[in-house]
């Protein structure tokens, strides 16, 4: 796969890698846990598919973000009428980047007002064979700002895995060198410690197989 491009992802399929647009592979599902019962939706987005190096017999793979219903069909909009386009274009004899016009009219309405917060989701789902039965093994987090602190979800669910990580790095107990992936890095009994030092902080990571028909 070449590096991923703005309007491109790479993906797997059929064990092969394949580079596919932004805002395909567009799926709705329900989330049902911590208490959360919500109908959400995802799309492939650009970002950094380790999977696609480490795990190429895969027979299929993709990165997707979540986001509420609506979303796409928006994002779908924008990109049809050229919105989010890079080519500048000329209006009144001004030579204006689209993307960066909607950007400077969007952004300041996007801006959380008092008493909003955020929203961290991941649904990850692994579908696969064992002992002749087709199974389905499904990963869930569901998370929110720490108030007290003034931590926000984002905040909270990207700082904490990395700080943890630069821990069990300091401590010895990732022995690699170099660039490795944390499929890779953090396997096995490490891997159950990762969890623990995660609902430590609150953060709670939902496991659960389900049999396939």
Known sequence: MVASRDHEQ??????????????????????????????????????????IYTRPHLGYFAEKTIRWPGHWDGVQTLKECGLLDLEPVEVRGVKVVP????????????????????????????????????QRLVYAMWERPDTQSGISAMGRVTGF?????????????????????????ITGELYSLFLDELARRHIRIHEELQPLS
């Open 10 to 51: 790479g993906s797997l399929r059929n064990s092969q890698t394949v580079e596919v647009d932004a805002g395909t592979g567009r799926e709705s599902f329900r989330f049902a846990f911590f208490g959360v019962d919500e109908t959400l939706e995802c799309a492939i987005t650009p970002g950094m598919p380790s999977f």
């Open 161 to 185: 895995p990395t700080a943890i990580g630069a821990l069990f790095l300091g401590r010895g107990l990732i022995q690699q060198r170099g660039i490795v992936p944390p499929e890779d890095a």
């Open 99 to 134: 993307r960066e016009v909607l950007l400077a009219c969007v952004e300041p309405r996007l801006l959380p007002n008092p008493g909003e917060e955020d929203v961290c989701v991941m649904y990850n789902t692994v579908e696969g064979e064992k002992n002749g039965q087709r």
